[in-house]
């Protein structure tokens, strides 16, 4: 038998994703630190004292013949303390991108009405494709200047769901508490999920408003300032029926056992978080002046990356490359033509970068 059954209808029109450089290979490849720019992860390892918590683990006579814990106990009281909300709010997942793909299956139904303020993470878009949801996406005049006007007037009572993420990937755009109030108004009839993935980069979040409006599911991840991008862990913080409508889907052995130690040793060493949130602040402000004084277009958004508009962004994504800089060509997403996205780590990695990136460009 060689025949090949083709995937379910709302799957054939999707495209599989075009990874970017993986650590692996770039570790192979001869030179003296590589630098990895291009997913927006930390630059740093996490905190010493994750690797504590591993050896701690790891040294009792049982660990990983059993299944993790289910409920993430331990975990979800810590973050519960981190997060200012109940334990009962939220639900510990594999990555935020099991929260936003659970979220959509838990929701999306075939048609629905998604409104994603876009350029967005590609991803959410694409679970909810994969729910043959119907996407409308709001764009702006200028990709870096919110007109939230634009997403209230795509909201109807047809609506099912809305997508945001604050600050947003690929362009920062930062939603006010104010601002989002106005979109769960309007979206009254549908889950509002708001993406804060790179929540710990600005400190602005919409928690505060689950009290009041149980339409909001908000996402976060560890993978951006707690530098856990491999071990695969996010959580979920939303109403507790709402929660209780997402266990329904949840499959409770999904977050690993290293991933639960992990998150919480990160999440017990805010010395470590603040140092690195630091760390990449100043960076950034060295970027931005290196690149001004270089006469380079350039945008820097309140999260751990930049955009870096070039002539010929492919070639000089592929020369800094050879150099061992990995930074990511955003020019087949719409509005983002020519620029280049990079991650910003500390400040003295970014030196090394802009010491390359000026040869580069010369
Ligand atoms: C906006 C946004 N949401 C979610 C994710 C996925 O994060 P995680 O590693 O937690 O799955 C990313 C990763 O780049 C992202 O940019």
């Given at each position: 038998m060689r025949k090949i059954i083709s995937p379910k209808k709302s799957i054939r029109s999707l495209k599989p994703y075009t990874a970017v450089n993986s650590f692996a290979l770039i570790k192979k490849k001869p030179r003296q630190e590589p630098h990895k720019l291009d997913w927006n992860e930390a630059t740093l390892p996490p905190s010493p004292r994750v690797f504590r918590a591993f050896k701690r683990y790891l040294s009792q006579p049982h660990h990983l013949n059993w299944y993790p814990d289910p409920e993430c106990i331990a975990l979800r009281r810590e973050l519960a303390r981190y997060t200012g909300r109940d334990e009962s709010e939220i639900l510990v997942t594999n990555g935020s991108d099991a929260a936003l793909d659970l979220i959509a299956r838990t929701y999306l139904d075939d048609d629905d009405e998604v409104i994603i303020a876009a350029p967005a993470y590609s991803h959410f878009t694409l679970f909810a494709r994969s729910c043959d949801a119907m996407i409308k996406e709001v764009y702006y005049e200028n990709p870096f200047k919110k007109?939230?006007?634009?997403?209230?007037?795509?909201?109807?009572?047809?609506?099912?769901?809305?997508?945001?993420?604050?600050?947003?990937?690929?362009?920062?755009?930062?939603?006010?508490?104010?601002?989002?109030?106005?979109?769960?108004?309007?979206?009254?009839?549908?889950?509002?999920?708001?993406?804060?993935?790179?929540?710990?980069?600005?400190?602005?979040?919409?928690?505060?408003?689950?009290?009041?409006?149980?339409?909001?599911?908000?996402?976060?991840?560890?993978?951006?300032?707690?530098?856990?991008?491999?071990?695969?862990?996010?959580?979920?913080?939303?109403?507790?029926?709402?929660?209780?409508?997402?266990?329904?889907?949840?499959?409770?052995?999904?977050?690993?056992?290293?991933?639960?130690?992990?998150?919480?040793?990160?999440?017990?060493?805010?010395?470590?978080?603040?140092?690195?949130?630091?760390?990449?602040?100043?960076?950034?402000?060295?970027?931005?002046?290196?690149?001004?004084?270089?006469?380079?277009?350039?945008?820097?958004?309140?999260?751990?990356?930049?955009?870096?508009?070039?002539?010929?962004p492919r070639h000089i994504e592929q020369e800094l490359a050879t150099q061992g800089v990995y930074v990511r060509d955003r020019s087949m997403v719409p509005q983002l033509n020519g620029y280049l996205r990079l991650n910003i780590g500390t400040p003295k990695q970014m030196k090394k970068v802009i010491e390359i990136f000026k040869k580069v460009i010369s």
């Open positions: 007109e939230v006007d634009k997403i209230i007037n795509a909201i109807t009572p047809n609506t099912r769901m809305v997508y945001i993420i604050n600050p947003n990937n690929p362009t920062g755009v930062l939603y006010t508490i104010d601002e989002v109030i106005a979109i769960l108004k309007k979206a009254a009839n549908a889950i509002v999920v708001v993406d804060e993935a790179y929540y710990e980069y600005t400190m602005r979040s919409a928690t505060p408003l689950l009290s009041d409006f149980t339409n909001l599911i908000i996402t976060r991840s560890f993978s951006k300032a707690l530098s856990l991008a491999g071990a695969r862990i996010g959580y979920i913080i939303s109403h507790t029926e709402n929660i209780k409508n997402l266990m329904r889907l949840h499959n409770i052995k999904s977050v690993n056992t290293l991933a639960q130690v992990a998150a919480l040793a990160a999440l017990q060493d805010t010395d470590y978080l603040y140092a690195y949130l630091d760390a990449v602040k100043k960076a950034k402000h060295y970027v931005h002046v290196e690149l001004q004084r270089m006469g380079i277009e350039h945008v820097i958004t309140p999260s751990n990356f930049i955009l870096v508009k070039v002539k010929n």
